[in-house]
């Protein structure tokens, strides 16, 4: 497994969360990395982007202002901070990488990732 996440579980609302994600073989460094989520029955959804090229991010609509995408390339890392958590942002998060570098526009699809980690869960409840 090339991507590690970490950091989910559970939290109320209005409380924060950090996911991480490793990018252990070091593939990625050279495209962008993305966190999605995914609820039972629902499509695998786009949460927030990170190009390492040119530092360039992407987020949901939903998620703006409350979520950010961070990395740090000496340790070949994503983290997703989540704050002011809703109830609607519980979901299994996935975090997924590609070598190749999208154009903007494309970061939040899905097709632009080649890999995909396991997912972590983040619940958020009181």
């Known amino acids: 497994v090339l991507l590690q996440a970490s950091g989910g579980g559970l939290v109320q609302p209005g409380g924060y969360l950090r996911l991480s994600c490793v990018d252990s073989?070091?593939?990625?460094?050279?495209?962008?990395m993305a966190w999605f989520r995914q609820v039972p029955g629902k499509e695998r959804d786009f949460v927030a982007a990170?190009?390492?090229?040119?530092?360039?991010?992407a987020y949901v609509d939903s998620v703006k202002g409350r979520f950010t995408i961070s990395g740090n390339n000496a340790k070949n890392t994503v983290y997703l901070q989540m704050d002011s958590l809703k109830s609607e942002d519980t979901a299994l998060y996935y975090c997924?990488?590609?070598?190749?570098?999208?154009?903007?526009?494309?970061?939040?699809?899905?097709?632009?990732?080649?890999?995909w980690g396991q997912g972590t869960l983040v619940t958020v409840s009181s």
């Open positions: 997924t990488g590609t070598s190749r570098r999208p154009i903007l526009s494309a970061l939040d699809d899905r097709r632009s990732y080649t890999d």
């Open positions: 073989g070091n593939i990625f460094s050279t495209g962008a």
């Open positions: 990170l190009r390492w090229s040119g530092g360039n991010r």
